[in-house]
């Protein structure tokens, strides 16, 4: 039992204790004497009575500083589990909610930072599982090493390099180590630049890849570098998941104190289920996991860019199906 848990504030618990304790010594101090006791046991009962008062009713109230000390001391052992009472209402109490609270956070940060080890490590084993296998055959004489096996062996290496720079850059983007270069950037032209870099895998796939830009000096005031990025991620996205023969259209419009850049594909798109974990790191849709897509940080890596510009980025299903990204920069 907390008698003052009630009570908000530390100073009024001290003064209803201090009161409680004066006014029991007063009243057994005037008992003593009107029942002719001597002084001294009278003085002891007070102490004594006035003592056990001030047990009763403080108790409790520097209970949870003791156990955040020993909440605190699991905490640095990794242990994350253990909450304090908050039951007070005082300042303490106030105390306990914040350090359960900061316990949650930490909690959360160290459960992330596990899947994200968990994740890259099962990323990087995958190819490198496969590149060991094949070097096995080749050094074994059980497959030739002709051009098939050392260009499919090329192909995991890549892949690895690629897993390798994008966790460096998600992790230079994270710890805010990226300073934007911000300039005005032509948006017809950057379009262009993207487009001509995916022109030759989309032709091969008789698949349309087209840009509107409105109006066409449309101008954005960003890291035309970083931007390029995000674009060229969102096309592959849409590259990646378009039908062959399929339309990617690439659209830019000027918005009231801000630029939409859109990419529009005609593939099965992002249900509206998943459509905030697409940029969580390492997601990807169960269909896009069996296939031999990348390793679920494009969008991730785009987020932060768009983040970092004070922009938005999210998703939208298009009927009757495929998917719409749209990009927000403010100018
Ligand atoms: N245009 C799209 N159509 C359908 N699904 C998409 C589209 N873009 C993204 N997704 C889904 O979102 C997931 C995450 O996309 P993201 O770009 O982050 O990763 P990825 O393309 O799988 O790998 P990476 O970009 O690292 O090479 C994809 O795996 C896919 O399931
Ligand atoms: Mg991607």
Redesign the pocket.
């Known amino acids: 039992m907390r008698p003052l848990d009630f009570l908000g504030s530390i100073k009024l618990k001290l003064g209803v204790v201090i009161v409680a304790a004066v006014g029991v010594t007063v009243v057994v101090v005037l008992l003593g004497e009107r029942a002719g006791l001597s002084p001294i046991v009278t003085g002891l009962a007070a102490a004594a009575l006035a003592l056990a008062l001030v047990q009763v009713l403080a108790h409790g109230m520097t209970y949870p500083l003791r156990e955040m000390a020993v909440a605190a001391r699991a905490m640095a052992r990794g242990e994350y589990g253990r909450r304090v009472t908050e039951s007070s209402l005082d300042e303490v109490g106030e105390l306990g909610r914040a350090f359960n609270r900061m316990a949650a956070d930490l909690a959360e940060v160290d459960r992330v930072r596990r899947d994200l080890v968990a994740n890259v490590s099962h990323e990087l084993r995958t190819p490198l599982g496969a590149l060991r296998a094949m070097l096995e055959n080749l050094v074994d004489g059980v497959e030739p090493s002709d051009a098939a096996s050392l260009d499919a062996m090329l192909q995991h290496v890549e892949r690895l390099g ?2 390798v720079e ?1 966790l460096l850059e998600l992790s230079k983007l994270e710890s805010g180590a990226v300073p934007l270069a911000r300039a005005p950037v032509g948006v017809g032209a950057l379009l262009d630049r993207v487009a001509a870099e995916w022109r030759p895998s989309t032709q091969a796939r008789g698949i349309r890849l087209e840009l509107e830009v409105d109006p066409p000096d449309l101008v954005l005031q960003a890291d035309g570098a970083r931007v390029h990025q995000v674009l060229a ?2 096309v ?3 590259v ?3 039908p062959d023969g399929g339309r990617v259209v690439v659209r830019a419009r000027a918005r009231s104190g801000a630029v939409a850049l859109e ?1 529009l ?1 005609e ?4 249900p509206q289920a ?1 459509a905030e ?13 069996s296939g031999d ?10 987020r932060w860019i768009v983040e970092l510009h004070d922009g938005t980025i999210r ?1 939208e299903e298009r009927t009757p199906h ?2 719409r ?1 749209i990009v927000e920069l403010p100018t």
Do not use: K
């Open positions: 690629n897993l994008q991620n969102l592959a996205n849409a990646r998941h378009s990419v594909d593939g099965p798109g992002i998943e974990r697409v940029f969580e790191r390492f997601y990807r849709s169960d269909q896009a996991r897509g990348g390793a679920g940080l494009g969008l991730a890596i785009a998703t495929g998917c990204m």
